[in-house]
């Protein structure tokens, strides 16, 4: 399974839009890059998904260069509930394909 | 999107005791869950791959007969914590992937062993 490396933790004012790094150096071919959001004490939730360009949906979009080897999770304008961490995952599709979590990255939104 | 449930949310049990962990998918037959755990300010561990009808696949480093799993339908498995013990204190979490690619968690299930 791909590794992910992210920075440990990211600090921004509300209303800034904040844009989160993930590497993925050693991503198959047939991997996704996946992010997820956790609040404490709560499972993940879905973010966004994408294999290559840009993906945008409600929330986010997810930048993925030609090489594939990065992505780049932006959260435009956060609120103070955006403060969670996320986790860059990287994994094939299938029901029973599992997912390796790396450490993720701490948002800390504040006023 | 498929929808997970956990009970219970949290439970605390005396030292030596059994605790079952219960995962539902409320509205996709799921062959396949999985099982985390995660302590504090850490990240979700993969502990185990749950098999409906079959046995589960376990972690390396995560014993098998200490934590016993039971995926007996398609909508229900089962982690079972034997004789716990305060290092099990932990935040397990259950998920599963429809036909999609998405990964759907449950909401978690918070364990205190005293």
């Known amino acids: 399974l791909a590794k992910t490396t992210q920075p440990i933790s990211m600090d921004s004012y509300e209303g800034q839009e904040v844009n989160i790094t993930c590497s993925h150096n050693n991503i198959a071919t047939n991997d996704y890059i996946t992010w997820y959001q956790q609040f404490p004490s709560q499972g993940p939730r879905f973010i966004i998904q994408g294999y290559k360009t840009k993906v945008t949906n409600e929330v986010a979009s997810l930048f993925i260069p030609a090489d594939r080897k990065s992505s780049t999770l932006s959260l435009p304008r956060v609120s103070l509930s955006d403060t969670a961490v996320y986790y860059c995952?990287?994994?094939?599709?299938?029901?029973?394909?599992?997912?390796?979590f790396g450490t993720g990255t701490r948002l800390q939104v504040t006023l | 999107g498929a929808v997970v449930s956990q009970h219970p949310s949290r439970v605390i049990c005396k030292s030596g005791t059994s605790v079952k962990i219960e995962c539902r998918s409320l509205d996709f037959q799921a062959t396949t869950m999985f099982w985390y755990r995660q302590f504090p300010k850490q990240s979700l561990m993969l502990m185990a791959t749950s098999n409906e009808g079959s046995k589960a696949t376990y972690e390396q480093g995560v014993e098998k007969d200490k934590f016993l799993i039971n995926h007996a339908s398609l909508t229900l498995s089962t982690l079972t914590v034997t004789s716990a013990h305060p290092e099990d204190s932990s935040f397990y979490i259950c998920s599963l992937r429809d036909r999609g690619w998405e990964q759907y968690f449950g909401p978690g299930t918070r364990l205190t062993v005293t």
């Open positions: 995952l990287v994994s094939p599709t299938g029901t029973a394909s599992k997912l390796t």
